[in-house]
């Protein structure tokens, strides 16, 4: 079964520092997409960042130059980075896994993992 | 960056037909995926490349897309279709290429 769980969300301070993890079962992280997406108290979706299969990796521009999506294959999971944290960053972050079919949809997400920024 | 649009919120009595639009600029020349999310729970995909379903999604979901508008359809709505639905597209060309629409309310009267 295709699975993904998402882990390492917490409380945190202004300006701390956190690594989520994604681990994949049932599927290769290395052959489908993959993203983060989180969702603010009371919010919708946001887009967070996004793997393609080959590595290259793209950022929402609330996040760029201070989260950083890498992948381990060996251990079948995926990381987001999450340094310089503010208080907006507090939301619950989902690991989301691109489809099979090349539509571009994420068919397979995990329950997510808070992260709360407060001082 | 590309833009959807959805409306906040949307009622419909059980065993009647509810309809959740998605706007966005020529959007019928993309192909439009939605998600389902209960309270509390993950979002679920219901309808990917605008009217097709996931194994274990029920015929009751379909969907639709032309122009400016694609439209999410559940007809004899349930109790347990109330939820939280967004569309989300995908823009091939920008550097933000995941993009997801604001979300709509489904309430069952």
């Known amino acids: 079964e295709v699975q993904v769980a998402e882990s390492g969300g917490g409380l945190i301070q202004p300006g701390g520092s956190l690594r989520l993890s994604c681990a994949a079962s049932g599927f290769s992280v290395r052959d489908n997409y993959m993203s983060w997406v989180r969702q603010a108290p009371g919010k919708g979706l946001e887009w967070v960042s996004l793997?393609?299969?080959?590595?290259?990796?793209y950022y929402a521009d609330s996040v760029k130059g201070r989260f950083m999506m890498s992948r381990v294959s060996s251990k079948n999971t995926l990381f987001l980075q999450m340094d310089s944290l503010r208080a907006d960053d507090t939301a619950v972050y989902y690991c989301a896994r691109g489809d099979d079919r090349g539509v571009k949809a994420f068919d397979t997400w995990g329950q997510g993992t808070v992260v709360t920024v407060i001082s | 960056s590309y833009v959807l649009t959805q409306a906040p919120s949307v009622s419909v009595a059980p065993g009647q037909t509810g309809r959740i639009t998605c706007g966005g600029s020529d959007i019928g020349s993309s192909g439009v995926h939605w998600y389902q999310q209960r309270p509390g729970q993950a979002p679920v995909l219901v309808v990917y490349?605008?009217?097709d379903r996931p194994s274990g999604i029920p015929e009751r979901f379909s969907g639709s897309n032309s122009g400016n508008t694609a439209t999410l359809t559940i007809t004899k709505v349930e109790a347990g279709d109330e939820a939280d639905y967004y569309c989300q597209v995908w823009d091939s060309s920008s550097d933000y290429p995941v993009v997801f629409g604001g979300g709509t309310k489904l309430t069952v009267l």
């Open positions: 793997m393609y299969t080959g590595g290259s990796t």
């Open positions: 490349a605008d009217g």
